[in-house]
């Protein structure tokens, strides 16, 4: 392990590019909030024995996208599988759509309503942008296209995470700077748009004061927003190296227009972990660990 593993994964491919060595019924979330996450389970996926990593559940619980290992990174695509129950998934393939052969294409979401985001370096030359969006019809995406309004168009900025509510309304994402001669990833912290009235996105002009208490000089990525979208959790990296020290951690706000307050660690959460997704209700949430040589997802409850 020389560094976090996604930052890794496309540092990796600059250097490489450009020369530059639970299925339940609704309940309340809030019902939850107070309660802490415990019990680690590992998660079976019938028919599927690759690496599974950043996993998204479903609004309505029933199926689960991931990727496989996201090193190398040409050979890394979007998959899901069908629920069979909470620890157990049936694999159904590579989603369709979603991936284009010999590039890195990962890090799925989806709102209630099919409309599907996913990370691509396909296009990283043309005006530095990742994130794409599409439709999901129940076996494949359609429509797949750049996402705009996101990227900042400039050298070396990578958005390379995102998550959209459950809503659809809220687009969380990583503002990622890369310099390739000093020790590669300089700035990893989490941002958010929303989309307007047209349905299109935007950066929100608050966004800065919104995540100032969860964003700090380490990495902060992989946010996933609960359906209320008060509570929030998130990976860190601190260190570089064989010295990085994954976490994750967990905010609240009031509401939707509150900063998030001062973020608390998952402390069922250890190892090299990272990348969390809620399950329906909020009383469980997905992750995917290192466990000996392999990625695996794991569950823990409230």
């Known amino acids: 392990m020389t560094r976090p593993n996604k930052l890794h994964l496309i540092g990796t491919v600059f250097l490489l590019a450009f020369g530059l060595v639970g299925l339940a019924g609704p309940v309340a979330a809030q019902?939850?909030?107070?309660?802490?996450?415990?019990?680690?389970?590992?998660?079976r996926i019938i028919g599927?024995?690759?690496?599974?990593?950043?996993?998204?559940?479903?609004?309505?619980?029933?199926?689960?996208?991931?990727?496989?290992?996201?090193?190398?990174?040409?050979?890394?695509?979007?998959?899901?599988?069908?629920?069979v129950d909470d620890l157990t998934f049936e694999y159904q393939g590579r989603l369709?759509?979603?991936?284009?052969?010999?590039?890195?294409?990962?890090?799925?979401?989806?709102?209630?309503?099919?409309?599907?985001?996913?990370?691509?370096?396909?296009?990283l030359g043309e005006g530095w942008v990742s994130l794409f969006h599409g439709r999901f019809d129940g076996t494949e995406v359609r429509g797949?296209?750049?996402?705009?309004g996101i990227s900042r168009h400039q050298t070396f900025w990578?958005?390379?995470?995102?998550?959209?509510?459950?809503?659809?309304?809220?687009?969380?994402?990583?503002?990622?700077?890369?310099?390739?001669?000093?020790?590669?990833w300089r700035h990893a912290n989490l941002s958010l748009a929303v989309r307007d009235g047209d349905g299109n996105f935007s950066r929100h002009p608050r966004a800065d004061e919104i995540m100032a208490a969860v964003?700090?000089?380490?990495?902060?990525?992989a946010a996933a927003i609960s359906e209320d979208e008060l509570e929030l959790i998130f990976t860190r990296v601190r260190g570089w190296g064989p010295?990085?020290?994954?976490?994750?951690?967990?905010?609240?706000?009031?509401?939707?227009?509150?900063?998030?307050?001062?973020?608390?660690?998952?402390?069922?959460?250890?190892g090299i972990a990272e990348a969390a997704t809620f399950a329906p209700g909020g009383r469980a949430i997905y992750f995917h660990k290192k466990d000996g040589d392999r990625f695996e997802i794991?569950?823990?409850?409230?």
């Open 298 to 302: 794991y569950r823990l409850t409230r």
């Open 215 to 221: 964003n700090t000089d380490d990495w902060e990525y």
């Open 144 to 148: 797949t296209s750049v996402l705009p």
């Open 48 to 83: 599927y024995s690759d690496h599974a990593m950043e996993p998204f559940l479903s609004r309505d619980g029933s199926i689960l996208f991931f990727n496989n290992r996201n090193e190398p990174a040409e050979q890394t695509d979007i998959h899901f599988a069908t629920r």
């Open 243 to 270: 010295f990085a020290r994954f976490s994750t951690w967990r905010t609240m706000r009031a509401d939707l227009e509150s900063p998030f307050g001062e973020p608390a660690r998952i402390e069922a959460i250890t």
């Open 158 to 184: 990578v958005n390379f995470d995102v998550e959209v509510s459950a809503n659809g309304n809220s687009l969380f994402f990583v503002d990622g700077l890369f310099r390739p001669i000093l020790r590669g």
């Open 31 to 43: 019902s939850y909030h107070d309660n802490p996450f415990a019990n680690p389970e590992r998660v």
């Open 96 to 123: 369709r759509g979603a991936f284009v052969e010999g590039t890195l294409d990962g890090v799925p979401t989806m709102d209630r309503d099919g409309n599907f985001y996913f990370v691509s370096l396909r296009a």
